[in-house]
């Protein structure tokens, strides 16, 4: 399953909000659960990546409430509000619904 | 914490071992997972085992050349790769896969990272 990230890459003041795009080429939504099968990641510069979102909206343990995931189907996005010089990295979102494929990733800058 | 050993130089055609060791949780209720990112590129999954080292899955990129095991009385995973060309040029990550019922590898996204080895093929 292909995901199409945008923009490849953007530039947010200080405090402002983010918002990532993550396409899919199909849809990673179960009939089963009913669940989206989407992730997504945060790489600081010179890090590994590091676990997000899950579930397309469910946020993972210590993760700020700044970040939310939505969409559903074969269209997601991330939003970061209150933007913080932290924040700054490679955004990539992750289908988990067949073998896992990963976005192109989105640059986020201050 | 996962730790990744065994990175390098080889040439193409040639071969090379990874391994990585956990600790911190209770490595065999997990899948692991291999994921690897080329410079300046984004994330790519490479290949996962399930908690009991029975089923294993691999990218199309990968598959026939690659081989992944586990010994959980040590808390390592491997990564064996063969016929390494220049595409295989990437640093690698060893990935934690969420918690399923028996570390079963149906869903799989990663909770937890190590650094990464880096891997260079090049004549």
């Known amino acids: 399953i292909v995901l199409t990230q945008s923009p490849d890459s953007l530039a947010v003041p200080l405090g402002e909000r983010a918002s990532i795009n993550c396409r899919s080429g199909r849809t990673v939504q179960s009939i089963a659960n009913n669940k989206n099968h989407l992730a997504w990641y945060r790489q600081k510069p010179g890090q590994p990546p590091s676990l997000l979102i899950y579930w397309a909206s469910t946020r993972a343990s210590g993760v700020p409430d700044r970040f939310s995931g939505s969409g559903s189907g074969t269209d997601f996005n991330l939003t970061i509000t209150s933007l913080q010089a932290e924040d700054v990295g490679l955004y990539s979102c992750?289908?988990?619904?067949?073998?896992?494929?990963f976005g192109q990733g989105t640059r986020l800058e201050i | 914490q996962l730790l990744e050993t065994g990175g390098g130089f080889v040439q193409p055609g040639g071969s090379l071992r990874l391994s990585c060791v956990a600790s911190?949780?209770?490595?065999?209720?997990?899948?692991m997972a291999w994921v690897r990112q080329a410079p300046g590129k984004g994330l790519e999954w490479v290949a996962s085992i399930d908690g009991p080292g029975t089923g294993t899955k691999f990218a199309d990129s990968v598959g026939g050349r690659f081989a992944v095991s586990r010994d959980n009385s040590k808390n390592t995973v491997f990564l064996e790769m063969n016929d390494l060309g220049v595409e295989d040029t990437a640093k690698y990550y060893c990935?934690?896969?969420?918690?399923?019922?028996?570390?079963?590898?149906?869903?799989?996204?990663?909770?937890?990272w190590g650094q990464g080895a880096l891997v260079t093929v090049s004549s």
């Open positions: 992750q289908q988990y619904y067949s073998s896992p494929t």
């Open positions: 990935a934690r896969n969420v918690l399923t019922v028996d570390g079963a590898i149906g869903i799989q996204f990663f909770d937890s």
């Open positions: 911190g949780f209770s490595f065999s209720r997990h899948g």
